[in-house]
Nanobody, 120 residues
Framework: QVQLVESGGGLVQPGGSLRLSCAASGSIFSINSMGWYRQTPGKQRELVAFITSGGTTKYADSVKGRFTISRDNAKNTVYLQMNSLKPEDTADYYC??????????????WGQGTQVTVSS
């Protein structure tokens, strides 16, 4: 009933920037939180950043000072501004949202992922 669609991934050189977007649509009563995770071969999916409905943010230590997460509540969209990109940022990035999808209940939703490659 809820879909998350990511965009903005691609190939960028070290030191460059990308902005990822994730738009939620469907049976959305409200969004409790939205965030970004990333995964590389042989590693577990890790939290990159998230933002709550109240505006509280959290970042992985590896991206602090370089990445910024933000939301546009009117568009049900979360953004991840990625600056000073490093080769180790290369991964599949997945949007996640905890969404109130009915009158009383909330659920977890995931996007299909977008590839970010940082290489010279």
């Amino acid at each position: 009933q809820v879909q998350l669609v990511e965009s903005g991934g691609g190939l960028v050189q070290p030191g460059g920037s990308l902005r990822l977007s994730c738009a939620a649509s469907g049976s959305i009563f409200s969004i409790n939180s939205m965030g970004w995770y990333r995964q590389t071969p042989g590693k577990q999916r890790e939290l990159v950043a998230f933002i709550t409905s109240g505006g509280t943010t959290k970042y992985a230590d590896s991206v602090k000072g370089r990445f910024t997460i933000s939301r546009d509540n009117a568009k049900n969209t979360v953004y991840l501004q990625m600056n000073s990109l490093k080769p180790e940022d290369t991964a599949d990035y997945y949007c996640h949202a905890n969404i109130r999808d009915s009158v009383l209940f909330s659920g977890d939703y995931w996007g299909q992922g977008t590839q970010v490659t940082v290489s010279s």
